[in-house]
């Protein structure tokens, strides 16, 4: 078994505050910081900016389309930079190292979630273990 190289970076954007409230709302996390204007200004911020846990789930789904929400076995997350309407967000990942671990052959890989000014808005670590076949070519098993 060998890692599957990482799909191509997905571009998300721009960004609007409606994908802002409709993660609030899947979410349950209604802070008003995140789509309320006039308490985002008297928060001292421009306007609202997203939840950075939208962030964390695209690269999420990023890294489980590419390796599979099967083979999960650790993730976490870092929040750098918030993320506001109007932003493009693209999402990419690297493969940091393999190894056998429980009897397990193992893949870690960083995911990053950048926004078009270059700086990142959220970085991610995850372990998985290495999939027989990607996500895509059991995909395409099951329609053949």
């Known amino acids: 078994m060998s890692v599957p190289p990482p799909p191509a970076p997905w571009v998300v954007g721009p960004v609007t505050r409606t994908d802002f409230v409709r993660y609030q709302g899947a979410s349950g996390d209604m802070n008003p910081i995140h789509h ?3 308490f985002a200004r008297a928060a001292g911020f421009p306007t609202p900016f997203s ?3 939208w962030q964390a789930g695209l690269l999420g789904t990023y890294a489980t389309d590419w390796l599979g929400a099967e083979n999960v076995r650790a993730f976490r997350v870092r929040f750098k930079e918030q993320v506001w309407p109007g932003d493009t967000l693209t999402c990419h990942g690297t493969v ?3 190894y056998d671990q429980d009897g397990e052959r193992r893949v870690d890989v960083e995911l990053t979630c ?3 000014s270059g700086g990142t808005a959220v970085t991610a670590w995850a372990t998985f273990v290495v999939p027989d076949a990607t996500p895509a070519d ?6 053949a």
């Open 36 to 38: 309320d204007e006039e």
């Open 51 to 53: 939840v950075g846990m």
């Open 96 to 98: 940091l190292r393999e």
């Open 114 to 116: 950048r926004r078009q």
């Open 138 to 143: 059991k995909e395409a098993t099951d329609v």
